[in-house]
């Protein structure tokens, strides 16, 4: 009980928190981060150098992760999470690119917020800006080569990013934290009790929203979205 | 925009409205903490022994301070989202007008 009042309060993040994992995954994870934001930067520079009207857009991008992942939501488990809004970045700029804008806002979080942490910021990284993207990337790739209506891409691609987010959480944290009967497999199952099956109606909004705003987006934006690629000339 | 697209949007608005409240009725007796909060409590239930190794540099003071900040983030965000918002459909209205 001692132990609660020395320790300062920590903020509710749905993040790995600071601390929270032994130094040794928090290189390793920092490492495995580092060529995903090398990339990253080299794909925003070209496509900022090759289309320089979609530098808007990226801001937007960016500017969308920053507020869905500041509403910390409800969820039928009875406790909250937040969704990343990196999916949509994702399908308009590329997977990399969002680890850049991905990178950004959890620093903000960590550095500002104690939300998440500086320690943690690599592991973080690595579920939130480069596996959430790098799902959200291919699953729209995928539907799209199926030949399924693009709002159905758009809203598998936000939802399935966000909820492999917090799968990739658990993974993390099981890896650290084996249980001593059943090791990885049981603390796994554990973890993705409390992240994995709270973010699941997060991630149908995160989707729902996606869509709305990609809408609005190709509503008004069609010439940026051209230059990306992501709507065809003739459409 | 149409009307069959308004009201396709306000009926996708009113699905994320619902799954957020229908959570809060169905879980009565939930306290909504963070699902970090719990993950903390499976640490320690997994590994007795782990003490974090770093805190935090800068906490904000209180939960009012830190909602503070959380609403800053979600307004700058906002902000920017909608200003680019805001210029694309003024720059179309003025294409259109160019057409005409």
Known sequence: ??????????????????????????????????????????????????????????????????VLSA??????????????????????????????????????????????????????????????????????????????????????????????????????????FPAETGGFMVSLAKFMGIFAVTQIPLAISEGILTVLVFNAIAAYGKDELQDLKVLSKEA | MSMTGVIKNLLLIAIVIALIVIPLFTQKDAEFGGADGEAKQAITEIDADYNPWFSPLIEPKSGEIESLLFSLQAAIGSGILFYGLGHMMGRKKKEEAAKQ
Request: hydrophobic fraction near 60%; charge should be positive; proline fraction near 6%.
């Open chain 1, 71 to 176: 509403l910390k939501i409800p969820s039928v488990t009875g406790s909250c999470s937040h969704p990343t809004g990196v999916g949509l970045g994702a399908i308009l700029f590329g997977p990399t690119a969002m680890t850049v804008l991905g990178l950004i806002v959890l620093l903000f979080q960590a550095v500002l917020l104690a939300h998440g942490g500086i320690t943690t910021l690599g592991a973080n990284t690595f579920s939130m800006a480069v596996v959430g993207p790098l799902v959200s990337f291919a699953t729209y790739k995928i539907v799209q080569q199926a030949k399924g209506p693009q709002w159905l891409a758009i809203f598998l691609a936000a939802a399935l990013g966000d909820l492999l987010t917090y799968v990739m959480t658990s993974i993390q944290l099981a890896l650290a």
């Open chain 1, 1 to 66: 009980m001692l132990m609660f009042i020395l320790l300062p309060q920590a903020a509710w993040a749905m993040h790995i928190m600071e601390g929270f994992l032994p130094p040794g995954w928090c290189i390793s994870w920092g490492v495995l981060t580092i060529p995903f934001v090398l990339a990253g930067v080299f794909s925003i520079q070209k496509t900022i150098n090759e289309h320089p009207r979609a530098k808007m857009l990226l801001a937007m991008v960016g500017a969308f992760a920053f």
